[in-house]
T-cell receptor, first 109, second 118 residues
Framework: LAKTTQPISMDSYEGQEVNITCSHN???????ITWYQQFPSQGPRFIIQGYKTKVTNEVASLFIPADRKSSTLSLPRVSLSDTAVYYC??????????FGKGTKLSVIP | DGGITQSPKYLFRKEGQNVTLSCEQNLNHDAMYWYRQDPGQGLRLIYYSQIVNDFQKGDIAEGYSVSREKKESFPLTVTSAQKNPTAFYLC?????????????????FGDGTRLSIL
């Protein structure tokens, strides 16, 4: 299972774009990068998943360079409601997902 | 609405007592999972089930037991053998992960049960 490394915490002001980087140096050829969001006292929620280049949905964008050793989750114009913990996973076709400690994002008014 | 329901939201256990946490899903998912989360930590997998009447141990199965008699239900029992049961327990479900397929089927989570020891 590929191990990922993320910053423990980040602060951002409302309205700014936030980029959270995840390192996965040992990612396997078949591994996809998946991001989840978790609010306090709730279960994680799937945000976005990608393999390479760029993926965009209504919530976020995911940038993955050609070497796939890192990826960046981009949240456009964050609001207070985006304050949460964000988890990066790099795995493929597995029932046994590995959630690290994630990145705690605090959005400041 | 389709989703996962965990109950109760808060649960208290006396020393030496077994307790069972409920998890029900109406998403028609084959796979179900139980995780444990301690304060400030990530999720750790306790058990998972790929299909009815089948389940496998995760990373921290000791002191826990599960059953999967129905597709919709995956109850978790925290036994008296679990010496440090105080935690936030999360249940999830997904469609089947296809071996050899690149992407992961996203897991859908319930809102958790917080277990405390009296």
């Amino acid at each position: 299972l590929a191990k990922t490394t993320q910053p423990i915490s980040m602060d951002s002001y409302e309205g700014q774009e936030v980029n959270i980087t995840c390192s996965h140096n040992n990612i396997a050829t078949n591994d996809y990068i998946t991001w989840y969001q978790q609010f306090p006292s709730q279960g994680p929620r799937f945000i976005i998943q990608g393999y390479k280049t760029k993926v965009t949905n209504e919530v976020a964008s995911l940038f993955i360079p050609a070497d796939r050793k890192s990826s960046t989750l981009s949240l456009p114009r964050v609001s207070l409601s985006d304050t949460a913990v964000y988890y990066c996973l790099a795995q493929a076709g597995s029932y046994q997902l590995t959630f690290g400690k994630g990145t705690k994002l605090s959005v400041i008014p | 609405d389709g989703g996962i329901t965990q109950s109760p939201k808060y649960l208290f256990r006396k020393e030496g007592q077994n307790v069972t946490l409920s998890c029900e899903q109406n998403l028609n998912h084959d796979a179900m999972y139980w995780y444990r989360q301690d304060p400030g930590q990530g999720l750790r997998l306790i058990y998972y089930s790929q299909i009815v009447n089948d389940f496998q141990k995760g990373d921290i199965a000791e002191g826990y037991s599960v059953s999967r008699e129905k597709k919709e239900s995956f109850p978790l029992t925290v036994t008296s053998a679990q010496k440090n049961p105080t935690a936030f327990y999360l249940c999830a479900s997904s469609t089947s992960q296809v071996w050899g397929r690149d992407s992961n089927q996203p897991q859908h989570f319930g809102d958790g049960t917080r277990l405390s020891i009296l």
